[in-house]
C-alpha cells in the first residue's frame, strides 16, 4: 500500500521533470557535443569530433580569464563572509520591529533587478558619478579617477549583490543555535568576545559554508555585474562566452568554456561537501 | 554598539537601488548632491520610448508565464519531494535546485544551441525567453513550496485521507489552505526573479520581443540620461507594491 502510494506521488514529478529534461539536460548535453566539433572563428558547426576546442583554452589568454574569474569569486566570498557575519548576528540578537526593519532591508536588495543595480554603481562610480564628484569638490583629488571598469569595482558590486544571501545563510543557523550555550560560556566566566569567538563561531561555520559555497557559485557564474561595471576590460568566463556566442561566432569554443566553468563549479561544490563532512 | 556597526552595511546594501531613484527625479544628466530641483521629465520621456514601454509589456507576459508555470509544475513536484519515500529523491532535489546556483548565462546558452539544432522555427520568437525564465523560475517555487511543507503537519492530510477524502481533495482542502502563504510567496517571488533576470534573457530578445532588464541594458549603452532611472524606480514600485500585497513583512518567510 505504501510502495504504490509512493509510486503515485513521484508521478508527481513528471511535469517539472519534463521540463528540466527538456530545457536543462537535453541544453547541456548539446553543449558538450557542440563543444566536440571543430573550433575557429564562425566555425560551421559540422566536421569531424574533436577535442580542438578544449585545446585552445589552454591558450594563456583563457588560462587569465580563468584565473580572474577564481580570483573575483573568491574575494567576493570573502568580503560576504566579513560583512555577512555582523549583519546576521545583529538580526539574531535583536527582537520586535528593529529585526523585522532588519530582515525586510537585508532582503529588499534581492527584488531589485541586477541591472539597476549595477546602473547604479554606473551612477555611484562613473567619471562624472557621485563619488569622483564628491572627491573633486572637496579636494582631495584634481581630475576624475577611474574607479569603474576595474575588478575592485566589479567585487563591491558582486558583494553588494550577494551579501544578503550569506547574511540569510548565517542567520538561519543562528536562529537554531540554543540561547543555553552562550549564556553557559557567559555563567562560567567568558567574556563577550571569548563567547563568540569559541561558541557561537564555530557552532554557525555551517552556515557561513554553505552561504560561501552560494556566494562563490553565483558570483562565478554572474554575467551582467561584470559586463556592465567591468566593461571590456575586465574580462571573466561569462562575459567572454558571450563575447565568443554574438561576436565570434565560435560556438565550439563558447561550449567548452560553458562546460568548463560548469565542472569548475561541480568541483567547488565538491569541496564544500568534503568540508562540511568533515565536520567544519 | 551593533546598530552604530551595521547601520552602514545596510547603507551599502540600498546604496545602488536609491541612487537610481534619486536620478530619475535629477533635472539634469549630470547627477548632482545636493539637488537644486526635482522633475519628472523622463517620466514623460520614458512613455515615449517605444522600446522600453514595449519591453515592460514583454517582461509582464513572461513573468506572468513563467510564474503559472512554475506553479502549476513545481507544487506538485515540491509535494512529492518533501513527502514521497523514493529512490534517488536526494538526486533530483538537488537537480531540480540546480539552476539557482548555475550560471544563467551557460543555461541561455545551452537552450539557443538546443533550439537551433532541434526547432530553428523558435528562434526570433517569444517561446525561447518562455522557456527560459520558466526553467529559472520552476527552483524558486520548488525551494519555497518545499520549506513550507516542511513546516506543514503532514498528519491533518493523513487525518482527512482517514475520514475518506480522496488524495485530490485532502490536498486541496488540508494541506493548501495550509501552505498557502508559502505558495503565494513562490508565486511573487518567481514573478520577481523572472521580471528581473538578465542572463537567460540576452540570447533571446530581437526585434520587438525584448526584456525591460535588456532595454535598459541597451539604453544605457546608446544615451545617458535618466530615462532608465525613471524605468527602474517604476519597476522598484511595482516590486515594492507587490511584495507588500503578497508577503507583509510581519509574516514575511525567507526564501
Redesign the interface.
Known sequence: M?MRR????????L???A??T???L???A??LR?SLLPEGPGAPLEGPLSLSSYAALADPYYGAIFVRTLRIAALTTLFCLL?GY??A??VS??RGTWR?L????????L??????????????LGN???VN??LLSIGVIDAPIRLLYSEGAVVL?LV?AL??FMA?SI??ILDRLAPELEEAARGLGASKFETFRHVTLPLSLPGALSGAL?VF??S?????TP??IGGARIRVV?TE??TQ??AVFN?PL??SL?LT??AL?LVV?QLARRLEARGL | MMRALVAPLYGFLLAAPLIVVYYSFSPGVVLEFPPKEFTLTWYENLFERQRLVQAIGVSVFVATFATAVALIAGVPAAYALTRGRFVGRHALAALFLSPLVLPGLVLALGLLMAMSTLAPGLVGTVWPLLGAHGLITLPWVIRAVSASLETADPHLEDAARGLGATPLAAFFLVTLPAIRPGVTAAAAFAFIVSFGNFALSMFFTSGTVTTLPVAIFEYIDQFQDPTVAAASTLVIVGTAVLVGLTAPPRKMELP
Do not use: C, N
Request: proline content about 6%; aromatic content about 8%.
Open positions: 505504501h509512493d509510486t503515485k506521488t513521484s508521478m508527481l514529478l511535469p517539472s521533470g521540463i528540466y527538456a530545457l536543462l537535453a541544453p547541456i548539446l553543449l557542440t560583512l555582523p549583519l548576528l545583529s540578537r535583536s523585522r532588519q530582515l525586510l532591508l537585508l532582503v529588499s536588495p527584488f531589485v533587478s541586477v541591472v539597476v543595480r549595477a546602473y547604479g554603481w554606473m551612477l555611484l562624472r558619478g557621485l564628484s564628491a558590486a553588494e551579501l544578503p540569510i542567520l538561519a552560494l557559485m553565483v562565478m557564474g554572474s554575467y551582467a559586463a556592465l561569462v562566452i558571450y556566442v554574438m560556438w563558447a561550449a560553458s566553468l560548469l563549479a561544490a
